[in-house]
């Protein structure tokens, strides 16, 4: 008897690691998804269009989140099991190694999440290695897991490498390896002084959104438009928030400026959107959330007018 009820324990104990790990990989596919859904955001993919892309939509987003899900509940179920050391670091790379391949097969070519993978592959894996946590003890782990060296870095030059080459922003690489200090101190500081205010969660998440556009040298940006576009972002960005934010009239007018600043110049600040998802992720895990709260935007409303 004694035997069948530690035979019957442990059998719970894998069950509830199972769900532990299935339902974090469930909020970060959800993040993903609830960033891209939100709008309007500036000059990025959202419910309106295609925002400053030509090779994306908000379907093709969608899809590459959904095929991403697996790879996180691998990453969350290898961080579980393993000490904290090299080899769990190249583990995990190996996997979101596969997880990129799997999303530009889904998407025939498209980069929807690269940067995504590596943020929320690491939040996943942290947040896998305690039960109940705080964001900011959740980035604590995933930057000691991010500093460990990844002996099977690809050789290959990135986007991300050409950016820090020629003007020294670090990145999503150097955004986890210092314990996302965007997303806490701006991200989720803002998503939450918002909530305090009762604002609307659209209103909540998109002035999260610019608060980041507001502080960070986003590498998507550099990339396509140097030093003086990046200015302009963090300017314009920054406009939005003293004229009231979102919420208010004239943050709506100086948003829509933005927006369209943005679009003439084929600009999107996608590094500022993956830092996004990982504030709405870390808010979730924070909030024992079961799953990622809708935004009741009124972009959904109109669709479901329509």
């Known amino acids: 008897m004694h035997r069948s009820l530690?035979?019957?324990?442990?059998?719970q104990d894998?069950?509830?690691?199972?769900?532990?790990?299935?339902?974090?990989?469930?909020?970060?596919?959800?993040?993903?998804?609830?960033?891209?859904?939100?709008?309007?955001?500036?000059?990025?993919?959202?419910?309106?269009?295609?925002?400053?892309?030509?090779?994306?939509?908000?379907?093709?987003?969608?899809?590459?989140?959904?095929?991403?899900?697996?790879?996180?509940?691998?990453?969350?179920?290898?961080?579980?099991?393993?000490?904290?050391?090299?080899?769990?670091?190249?583990?995990?790379?190996?996997?979101?190694?596969?997880?990129?391949r799997a999303m530009f097969k889904a998407t025939q070519g498209s980069n929807t999440h690269k940067g995504a993978i590596w943020i929320l592959g690491l939040l996943v894996a942290a947040a896998a290695r305690g039960e109940v946590w705080s964001a900011r003890e959740i980035v604590a782990v995933a930057g000691s897991i991010a500093r460990l060296p990844d002996r099977a870095l690809p050789e290959h030059i990135t986007h991300g490498d050409i950016v820090r080459n020629r003007y020294g922003a670090t990145g999503a690489r150097g955004e986890a390896v210092s314990s996302f200090p965007h997303v806490i101190n701006?991200?989720?500081?803002?998503?939450?002084?918002?909530?305090?205010?009762?604002?609307?969660?659209?209103?909540?998440?998109?002035?999260?959104?610019?608060?980041?556009?507001?502080?960070?040298?986003?590498?998507?940006?550099?990339?396509?438009?140097?030093v003086e576009t990046l200015d302009v972002v963090k300017s314009c960005a920054k406009?939005?928030?003293?004229?009231?934010?979102?919420?208010?009239?004239?943050?709506?007018?100086?948003?829509?400026?933005?927006?369209?600043?943005?679009?003439?110049?084929?600009?999107?600040?996608?590094g500022s959107a993956d830092l996004l998802a990982a504030t709405i992720f870390l808010d979730a895990v924070e909030r024992e959330l079961l799953e990622v709260d809708k935004d009741q935007s009124e972009w959904e409303a109109r669709d479901g007018a329509a």
């Open 6 to 11: 530690l035979i019957a324990g442990d059998r």
């Open 14 to 100: 894998r069950a509830q690691t199972l769900r532990r790990t299935d339902h974090l990989a469930a909020l970060a596919t959800q993040s993903l998804i609830a960033e891209a859904e939100l709008t309007p955001k500036p000059g990025l993919v959202d419910r309106r269009g295609s925002g400053a892309h030509n090779d994306l939509s908000l379907k093709l987003m969608t899809q590459s989140a959904t095929v991403l899900e697996p790879y996180f509940a691998a990453m969350a179920s290898c961080s579980q099991v393993r000490d904290l050391d090299t080899d769990l670091r190249m583990e995990l790379a190996e996997i979101g190694r596969a997880a990129e």
């Open 186 to 226: 701006f991200g989720l500081a803002t998503l939450r002084d918002r909530r305090a205010g009762k604002f609307l969660e659209e209103i909540c998440r998109l002035d999260a959104l610019l608060s980041v556009m507001a502080e960070l040298d986003d590498t998507c940006v550099l990339y396509r438009g140097g």
């Open 239 to 270: 406009a939005v928030l003293v004229a009231g934010g979102y919420g208010s009239r004239n943050g709506r007018q100086k948003m829509r400026e933005l927006d369209r600043e943005l679009i003439r110049r084929h600009i999107s600040p996608g």
